[in-house]
């Protein structure tokens, strides 16, 4: 693994956050860590700050759970998150909602898209079923991890368990349903060098598992490194694309900003609103 810390602030332009689908400028990072195949990771990324995940060489999957680090409690939830949006992928301009009407993350850059939501992530009986079974003590870190019990394992070190281990989402994988309503991982999807830009909207646990897709077809265990790239992009601005993307979202900001507003000297404090009421009222 390669890794570096920076000090280093970043402006930001008149719009609030920086949005980039090219190179983001080395003054701007804040952390780079390179997350091999089949391995696990997470840390806390603070509101304001992006987290760029880079598919090395094609292929890869990162089953992703977010958590409100403010209150663990509050956490992803892909069926808000879906229906907020009137989709059943994630992509450029859209966000990833809480149970509660809150903005965990935004995708604000995206050169893959089609991100899948639905099919959750590994467990030991499906892995060894379908690529062998290899343990620690036969191959030490070439061990055939799942992603289950690797997001397990993220979640103990911050105090959780089991109960906290929700639907994931799967970065860099996409799935197509038939006519007849059979479910297929689309090979190839993610080219080497794609990536996604996840912008905190809020302070977020991320956990991340570069464990298989669970539709990924037998055969050799695939291990495809990803890059994690941190940096300093603003928040959101009143016209950032991802505010914009839906009716929705707009109030999932200013749900997510209510929180933040003490921060912000002079910002006015609005009530939570609900997905089923409008701001000015009934939807």
């Known amino acids: 693994m390669t890794a570096a810390l920076h000090d280093?602030?970043?402006?930001?332009?008149?719009?609030?956050?920086?949005?980039?689908?090219?190179?983001?400028?080395?003054e701007h990072v804040l952390y780079e860590e390179v997350l091999p195949g089949g391995c696990h990771w997470s840390l806390?990324?603070?509101?304001?700050?992006?987290?760029?995940?880079?598919d090395l060489e094609g292929g890869a999957n990162v089953a992703a759970l977010l958590v409100n680090k403010d209150d663990k409690a509050e956490?992803?939830?892909?069926?808000?998150?879906?229906?907020?949006?009137?989709t059943a992928v994630l992509g450029q301009g859209?966000?990833?909602?809480?149970?509660?009407?809150?903005?965990?993350?935004?995708?604000?850059?995206?050169?893959?898209?089609g991100h899948d939501t639905l099919c959750g992530t590994t467990n030991a009986s499906l892995v060894t079923g379908r690529f062998g079974g290899r343990t620690y003590q036969e191959a030490r870190n070439d061990w055939h991890?799942?992603?289950?019990?690797?997001l397990l394992v993220e979640l103990g070190r911050w105090g959780l368990d089991r109960r906290d281990l929700v639907p994931n989402i799967n970065f860099f994988s996409?799935?197509?349903v038939d006519t007849a309503g059979r479910t297929r991982l689309l090979p190839d999807h993610s080219a080497p060098g794609s990536h996604v830009d996840l912008r905190a909207e809020?302070?977020?646990l991320v956990l991340l598992s570069a464990t298989p897709h669970p539709f990924h077809p037998a055969g050799d265990y695939p291990r495809k490194p990803v890059r994690m790239t941190i940096w300093k992009s603003g928040p959101a601005g009143p016209d950032d694309p991802c505010r914009r993307s839906r009716p929705e979202n707009e109030r999932g900001f200013r749900n997510t900003e209510a929180l933040?507003?003490?921060?912000t000297p002079g910002a006015e404090i609005l009530p939570f609103v609900p997905f089923a009421q409008g701001i000015g009222g009934a939807a």
């Not at 970043?10 to 080395?26: D, F, H, V, Y």
């Not at 956490?75 to 009137?86: E, F, V």
């Not at 933040?260 to 921060?263: D, I, L, Q, R, W």
Request: charged share 25%; hydrophobic share 30%.
């Open 44 to 54: 806390v990324i603070n509101r304001g700050w992006t987290l760029r995940l880079t």
């Open 174 to 176: 996409r799935v197509a």
């Open 8 to 26: 280093e602030d970043a402006r930001t332009g008149p719009g609030g956050s920086r949005a980039t689908n090219g190179e983001i400028p080395r």
């Open 94 to 113: 859209l966000v990833c909602y809480t149970d509660m009407g809150r903005i965990l993350m935004s995708i604000t850059g995206d050169t893959c898209g």
């Open 145 to 150: 991890r799942n992603g289950r019990d690797s």
């Open 260 to 263: 933040f507003a003490h921060e």
């Open 75 to 86: 956490r992803y939830c892909m069926p808000d998150t879906l229906k907020a949006q009137h």
């Open 202 to 204: 809020m302070n977020v």
